[in-house]
């Protein structure tokens, strides 16, 4: 008899350990990150414009053959802002040539964010209408990901 | 006057409404909506994209959500559409890209057993726990009316 009125409280203890596993499970600030299918896949080939040299076009093979470090940002995301001096560090070390990759901005938007946060960038590619953006599956920014040299993708990261 | 300084406040307020809006990491766009040639190719845009989670807000459907990236993978999966790509196609590509994260379905798959045949173990094993409860009470004599029970 004793063991069937501790019935409800084991199962008050179990259910309360459940949930308390669930906020313990869910305590990363990043939980709501994605992983990236494309990691140790081919990085997706891409041709796009150079901002600072319009007509120019840049394609992911002239890229291949060293690491380079793809940083997504855009003039209009408050949190690019506030990753940029790390990226700016990073990019000083000159260990891998960092790439910015302007999303959905306007030329002349991104040009003034650069000029007032600076620019650590070794080449800024633009993708305006965020067709490439697919390929990589991007879905938000600041992201970014590491291409090793055989153009494959090693890693990525979001910052959101 | 005081009338002008109210509608002054509202027109504040809706700013201010829209630059918080504005402040996601998502660009903010009028979207111009997708144009559709027959209603079969609508209908079939429709089931597909309602069965497709919307990757910035999680908790919508690619049909539902407004979200930028939204509106971009929706005019994506209507291109891949007329090119002629199977529903099955459009999903792998996707999943390609976002993870399987994006399917509301999941595929069948061996990790993924015990999120599809989970609820059917956890009601065999509720139907087992009442079988036995049912054959136990079978045999003895229903309870006694407890007379010290107040209602």
Known sequence: MTAKRWLPFVAFLLIAALMAAGVWMSRRSDRDALPSPLINKPAPEFALPVLHEPGRIVTSKELRGQPYLLNVWGSWCPECVTEHPVITRFAETKRVRVIGYNWKDERADALAWLERFNNPYWLVLTDEEGEVAIDFGIYGAPETFLVDGRASCAGSTSAR | ?151
């Open chain 2, 1 to 151: 006057m005081m009338r002008m300084l109210r509608t002054g406040w509202f027109v504040g307020l809706l700013l201010a409404l829209l630059a918080s809006t504005a402040a996601f990491a998502q660009k903010a766009t009028d979207p111009a909506p997708l144009q559709f040639t027959s209603t079969a190719e609508e209908k079939r845009f429709h089931a597909l994209v309602a069965e497709l989670r919307c990757v910035m807000c999680q908790n919508q459907s690619l049909a539902d959500s407004n979200a930028q990236i939204a509106v971009d993978l929706r005019r994506e999966v209507l291109e891949l559409m007329r090119e002629g790509r199977s529903d099955q196609e459009v999903r792998d590509f996707l999943v390609a890209r976002y993870g399987e994260f994006v399917l509301y379905r999941p595929q069948v798959e061996a990790k993924t057993w015990l999120l599809w045949f989970g609820p059917l173990l956890f009601a065999l094993l509720g139907g087992v726990v009442v079988w036995r409860l049912l054959r136990r009470n079978a045999g003895a004599a229903p309870p006694p009316a407890d007379d010290s029970q107040e209602w």
